[in-house]
Structure formats: C-alpha cells, structure tokens
C-alpha cells in the first residue's frame, strides 16, 4: 500500500477501532449468516483480520484529513499541524479544501456492471471503482487481480492481506485505499466515521469506497435484494442528504442470477443501514 502522512493524530469523532475479529458474537441482534450455496460469493476470511502498522498509521492519517476537510481547514493549517513535507494524494485534498462539502454528490465515472458469473460482484466492484481513476479492466483481468474463487472474493486472507485493498491501488495511482474492519454490530461511532470517510472520498478525492455486505435473514437488506442469506460486494460512489444517503451501484443488476430482476442500477440507502450491512466484514475506502 501507499504509506502517507505520518504521525497525525487520530481525531476523536472518527476513533473506529479495528475489531480483533470482524465477526463479532453470534449474540448480537442480527440474525447469524447461514451458509450459502456452492458458486455463490461467501467473501471468505482467512484468520483473524487484522491491520498491519503500515496499514494503522495510513488510517490515522487519512481519518486526520477527513476531519480536516469537514472543518474547511486551509492548506497551511493542516502543513502546520501535521509538520508533514509534500503531501500527496487525499491528504493533499483535503489540505486545499476550503469550501463546505457539498450536501451531494456523485463520482459518474464510476459506472455499473452487472458481474458475468455469480460469484463475480468482487470483480464486478473493482472494474467499477477503477473507472474513477480513468482505468478500464475486465472483470476477468479483475478476478486474477482479487485472487477470486468460486467461493467468491476474500475479504481477508491473513497476514495483513486484504485483496480488495491491493487491487484497487493497483489503480490508484497515489490515492491509499485503507481496509476498516467492522464489527458484527457496527456502532453510531462506527457510522459517523463511515459518513466523514464517504463524504472526503468522493466530494474531495474523487474515489468510490468498495463494501463487503453480510445480509441475513431477517435483517436488513441491500435494494431488491431477497430475504436470505448473501454474500456482496457493492461499489459505494456517492452521497446525499449530508452523507445520511448512501449511492451505491449493484452488480447484480443485469445479470443472471436468478433474483436479479428487481435490483436496480444505482440505489440510495440510509447510510446507518449499509453500514449495518458491512457488518462483519467492512469496507475499503
């Protein structure tokens, strides 16, 4: 990954700890994941996810710029405060964002796909979010890229490895994509740092943010989705109403995945419901 600033300190309103184990108890209120059928995805997890430091410091730094750019700091102020030479990628951005975030906004670059095999929306999701950096893949390149199965795309392989993470700064030119672990029953802190970290990327940065969802029966689902268990990945490339809206697209649109006709293009949720959703795997932004 790309390292950037270092030494910033981590601002307290967006303080999301990275769980030990991002599956949290199997009490929590949402119904436990079942398992799902042979050649659909499972966003597998190899060990217990974890960040390496390099991974930790990178968080630090970039959640010090996202609250940076939601106070309209100026670029000396952040120089002055972080003590940091050249700046690069988002902490750039957000040095020399001065005016309020807009209350919405969308990247239009990004584009959605709808994934050719079932287990595909990882590679479906990484051919999406590149788009933002002018790149275009296949999602076969995609799934060589994210190591993808026919038990679909890891969220986590051990080690410190989150593939999603590594394929998309494949793209990124100097942007750092940061994994966030979260935890089965992610919390309002949880939330409030997920809507800053969607509001910089894509108002200020110009990236999309890729979603590893856990829908159960019984709880919350993405737009269209059946009442079951699934396994998914969403390319997250917008925001409304403040960051209280979500924009999200689906690679199940389109496809031929046997429930597939209800689910839209691009879909607006609550944000406090995707995040939900994210629970017990995470995102990358």
Same mark, same amino acid.
């Given at each position: 990954?790309?390292? *950037? ?21 199997? *009490? ?9 059928? %042979?050649?659909?995805?499972? !966003? ?17 730094? @970039?959640?010090? +710029? ?10 000396? #102020?952040?120089?002055?405060?972080t003590g940091a030479g050249p700046l690069r990628? %988002? ?14 906004? !969308?990247?239009?670059?990004? #584009? ?5 095999? %079932? ?9 999406m979010l590149v788009q933002a950096d002018d ?21 986590? !392989? ?13 793209? %990124? ?5 940061t994994p966030q672990n979260l935890p089965y ?9 997920? @809507? ?49 809206? #979500? ?13 597939? +006709? ?10 406090? @419901? ?12």
């Open positions: 990954m790309h390292l *950037a600033v270092a030494g910033a300190a981590l601002p307290a309103l967006l303080l999301a700890a990275q769980p030990a184990w991002a599956g949290g108890s199997t *009490a929590a209120p949402r119904n436990a994941a079942g398992p799902v059928a %042979s050649g659909e995805e499972q !966003s597998p997890v190899v060990g217990t996810p974890t960040l390496t430091a390099a991974q930790r410091t990178s968080a630090a730094a @970039k959640d010090a +710029a996202v609250a940076r750019v939601l106070r309209g700091d100026q670029q000396r #102020t952040f120089r002055a405060a990628g %988002s902490m750039r951005a957000a040095a020399s964002a001065a005016d309020p975030l807009p209350t919405h906004r !969308s990247i239009k670059a990004i #584009t959605q796909q709808a994934q050719v095999r %079932s287990y595909w929306c990882g590679p479906a999701t990484l051919a790149a275009s893949i296949s999602q076969t390149t995609a799934a060589k890229r994210l190591h993808t199965t026919s038990n679909g795309t890891n969220w986590y !392989s051990g080690a410190g490895s989150y593939p999603m993470e590594a394929a998309l700064e494949r793209y %990124s030119g100097d942007f750092d994509y029953t992610p919390s309002k802190a949880d939330t409030a740092a997920f @809507k800053g970290r969607l509001m910089t990327d894509v108002a200020v940065d110009r990236h999309g943010i890729a979603g590893n969802a856990v829908e159960v029966r019984n709880g919350p689902h993405l737009d269209g989705h059946p009442n079951r268990t699934i396994y998914h990945w969403v390319a997250v490339r917008g925001y409304d109403d403040d960051g209280d809206t #979500t924009r999200y697209a689906d690679s199940v649109s389109g496809s031929n995945i046997s429930w597939s +006709a209800p689910v839209a293009r691009y879909n607006e949720i609550d944000t406090d @419901k995707i995040v939900t959703i994210f629970g017990a795997r995470g995102y990358v932004w």
